[in-house]
C-alpha cells in the first residue's frame, strides 16, 4: 500500500509564501513523476508542476518564475516552494505520484488527501 502525505497548507497574505511537502511511503518500486495539482472551487484540478525523477521540472505558465518544485529521490519526497502568492492561488493543492510498487511493477497514478492553501488579506 502507497501512501502520499501533504503539509504546509495555511492562510497567507498576497505576496508572502509557503512552502508545502509531501511525503510518499509504501511499497514502492520507483517513483517516475511527482507533482503538484491544485482545485480551486468549482474548478478542475490542474497542474502546477511536475518533476521526473531524472529531469528537468515542467510548471504551469501561471506559477513559472513564482512557484519552485523540488525532489529528494532518496526520501521520496515532493516540496513545491510558492512566492509571492497571489489571491487566485488559492485552492486545495494535491499531490502527485506517478509509481511503481514492487507488487505491480507498472506505474500508475497515487494522490494525496490534499492541503489547503488560503491567500487572502
Known amino acids: 500500500q502507497v501512501q502520499l502525505v501533504e503539509s504546509g497548507g495555511d492562510l497567507v497574505q498576497p505576496g508572502g509564501s509557503l512552502r508545502l511537502s509531501c511525503a510518499a511511503s509504501?511499497?514502492?518500486?520507483?517513483?517516475?513523476?511527482m507533482g503538484w495539482y491544485r482545485q480551486a472551487p468549482g474548478k478542475q484540478r490542474e497542474l502546477d508542476a511536475v518533476?521526473?525523477?531524472?529531469?528537468?521540472?515542467v510548471n504551469a505558465d501561471s506559477v513559472k518564475g513564482r512557484f519552485t518544485i523540488s525532489r529528494d529521490n532518496a526520501k521520496n519526497t515532493v516540496s513545491l516552494q510558492m512566492n509571492s502568492l497571489k489571491p487566485e492561488d488559492t485552492a486545495d493543492y494535491y499531490c502527485?505520484?506517478?509509481?511503481?510498487?514492487?507488487?505491480?511493477?507498472?506505474?500508475?497514478?497515487?494522490w494525496g488527501q490534499g492541503t489547503q492553501v488560503s491567500v487572502s488579506s
Open positions: 502527485n505520484a506517478v509509481l511503481a510498487t514492487l507488487s505491480s511493477g507498472r506505474p500508475s497514478d497515487y
Open positions: 509504501g511499497s514502492i518500486l520507483r517513483i517516475d513523476f
Open positions: 518533476i521526473p525523477s531524472g529531469g528537468s521540472a
